[in-house]
């Protein structure tokens, strides 16, 4: 629940004008799917590491 709530204020400061913002179903898949590509990092497909840059972005998993 903790990193919901962080997605939520990273969303109110960083999300782009009308940019929607993930429920906690949605963002609960998208996490941990990110996690998961995120553990196998170095074994990654082209396709799988365009997804894991596509969830940081989502997930504001690039912002401090």
């Given at each position: 629940?903790?990193?919901?709530?962080?997605?939520l204020?990273?969303?109110?400061?960083?999300?782009?004008?009308?940019?929607?913002?993930?429920?906690?179903?949605?963002f609960?898949?998208?996490?941990?799917?990110?996690?998961?590509?995120?553990?196998?990092?170095?074994?990654?497909?082209?396709?799988?590491?365009?997804?894991?840059?596509?969830?940081?972005?989502?997930?504001?998993?690039?912002?401090?």
């Amino acid at each position: 629940m903790k990193a919901y709530h962080e997605y939520l204020e990273l969303h109110s400061y960083f999300a782009r004008g009308g940019e929607p913002r993930l429920g906690r179903a949605d963002f609960e898949v998208a996490d941990r799917e990110f996690r998961e590509l995120a553990s196998r990092f170095g074994q990654l497909a082209a396709e799988e590491r365009a997804r894991l840059g596509h969830l940081k972005a989502l997930l504001f998993r690039d912002k401090p």
